[in-house]
C-alpha cells in the first residue's frame, strides 16, 4: 500500500523496487521516473534522489556515531534542522530530506559516505550524502515500504503533511563541496611506495595466519592491517591480499580507505606480526628483500 504522504510531495518521482527489498532490478531505472500513481501498490517505492526529483538531497544517518559525526564537523545544530525525516526504526538509524537549489546542482557529488566504527550488531556506522544523476542514479526507500533485515516498514519521523521539505543549508552544501574537493585531490601517499621489505609470497603466509587469529577485523584494526600490508609490498598487491582474505563488505571501501589522511598511514607489516603475537601466534620473521613474488589466487 502507497503512503498518502507521499501525495503531498508533489516534485518527487519515484522506482517501485520489490517488496522487502533496498534495491531496483532494473536497469536504468533512474531514466524511468514513476509518478505516484503509477508505482504498484504491492511494492516498495523509493525517491529518486537528485534533479529528477525537483533537487532532493537525502542524508541518511545509520548508527549513534554519524549523530556526533554531524554535530563534530558539519556543526549545524539539529534544533535548527525542521524537515521531512523516515526511519527504518533501527536504533539511531534516520533520513532527511532536503531541497537543494538548482544553482547548486552542478557542484553535488553524486553520493558519498564517511564510515565509523561498527555498531553492537557488526553492522558499520556512517553519515551517507546521496543525489545522483542520470548516469548514477540513487534513490532512497521511503515508507511504508518494508525493511529487508527488520521485517517491519519504514515510518516518517516527520510526514510531509506536518512538515516541508527544508532548502538545504548554505553551510552544509558548502561543507559537502569541501569536503569532496578535499578527497578527491589527495593523492594517497601510498600509491607512491614500492615494495620494501617483504615479499609477497611472505606477506601472503602472514595474512593467511592473521586470518586464523582474526577472522574478522574491527574497523581499527581493518585499517592497521590495510595500510600495513600496502606500506609492505605496494599498493596492488597490498589491496589483493586484503581483498582476498577480508573481502569488501562495501563496495570500493578499500580505495576510499586509501584516499584518506590516517594515523594508519604508519603502519607496517611488524604492526600486523604484533597482532598475531597479542593472540599468542608465533610466526616467522620475514626477511628483508626485494619484492618477487607474484600473488595470485585462483
Same mark, same amino acid.
Request: glycine share 8%.
Given at each position: ?23 531496483p532490478?532494473?536497469r536504468d531505472?533512474?531514466?524511468k ?14 525517491v529518486?534522489?537528485?534533479?529528477t526529483?525537483?533537487?532532493?538531497l ?6 549513534p556515531w554519524a ?20 526511519t ?32 553492537d ?11 545522483? #544523476?542520470?548516469? %548514477? ?6 515508507? *511504508?515500504? /518494508?525493511?529487508p !533485515? ?5 515510518? =516518517? ?46 606477506? #601472503?603466509k602472514? %595474512? ?6 582474526? *577472522?574478522? /577485523?574491527?574497523y !581499527?584494526?581493518w585499517?592497521?592491517?590495510? =595500510?600495513?600490508?600496502?606500506?609492505t ?9 586484503m ?9 570500493g ?6 584516499s584518506?589522511r ?23 620473521e *620475514?626477511s628483508?628483500?626485494?619484492l ?7
Amino acid at each position: 500500500m502507497i503512503d498518502g504522504e507521499l501525495e503531498k510531495l508533489k516534485s518527487w518521482r519515484f522506482v517501485p523496487i520489490d517488496r522487502g527489498k533496498k534495491g531496483p532490478n532494473v536497469r536504468d531505472w533512474q531514466l524511468k521516473p514513476y509518478e505516484l500513481k503509477d508505482v504498484p501498490q504491492d511494492k516498495n517505492i523509493g525517491v529518486i534522489l537528485g534533479p529528477t526529483s525537483g533537487g532532493i538531497l537525502a542524508v541518511d544517518f545509520d548508527g549513534p556515531w554519524a549523530w556526533d559525526y554531524w554535530l563534530e564537523n558539519i556543526e549545524i545544530p539539529f534544533e535548527n534542522i525542521d524537515t521531512v525525516m523516515w526511519t527504518s526504526n533501527r536504533p539511531g538509524r534516520c533520513q532527511m530530506a532536503f531541497t537543494v537549489h538548482p544553482n547548486f546542482w552542478a557542484f553535488m557529488p553524486v553520493k558519498f559516505a564517511i564510515n565509523g566504527p561498527k555498531d553492537d550488531d557488526g553492522k558499520t556506522q556512517g553519515i551517507e550524502f546521496r543525489w545522483g #544523476n542520470d548516469s %548514477a542514479g540513487f534513490q532512497s526507500v521511503l515508507p *511504508p515500504s /518494508l525493511h529487508p !533485515d527488520t521485517g517491519s516498514e519504514y515510518e =516518517w519521523v516527520r510526514k510531509p503533511s506536518e512538515v516541508s521539505v527544508m532548502e538545504a543549508p548554505i553551510h552544509l552544501l558548502e561543507w559537502i563541496y569541501y569536503y569532496k574537493l578535499e578527497k578527491e585531490t589527495f593523492v594517497p601517499e601510498v600509491v607512491q611506495y614500492e615494495p620494501k621489505t617483504v615479499t609477497g609470497e611472505e606477506a #601472503n603466509k602472514i %595474512a593467511e595466519k592473521l586470518k586464523m587469529y582474526y *577472522p574478522t /577485523l574491527d574497523y !581499527d584494526s581493518w585499517i592497521r592491517v590495510t =595500510w600495513g600490508f600496502c606500506n609492505t609490498v605496494g599498493y596492488n598487491d597490498g589491496m589483493t591480499i586484503m581483498k582476498y582474505y577480508y573481502p569488501e563488505q562495501k563496495h570500493g571501501e578499500y580505495k576510499k580507505l586509501m584516499s584518506q589522511r590516517h594515523s594508519g598511514n604508519v603502519c607496517t607489516i611488524g604492526t600486523i606480526i604484533k597482532m598475531i603475537k597479542d593472540k599468542g601466534g608465533t610466526i616467522k620473521e *620475514p626477511s628483508i628483500k626485494s619484492l618477487s613474488y607474484n600473488f595470485n589466487r585462483n
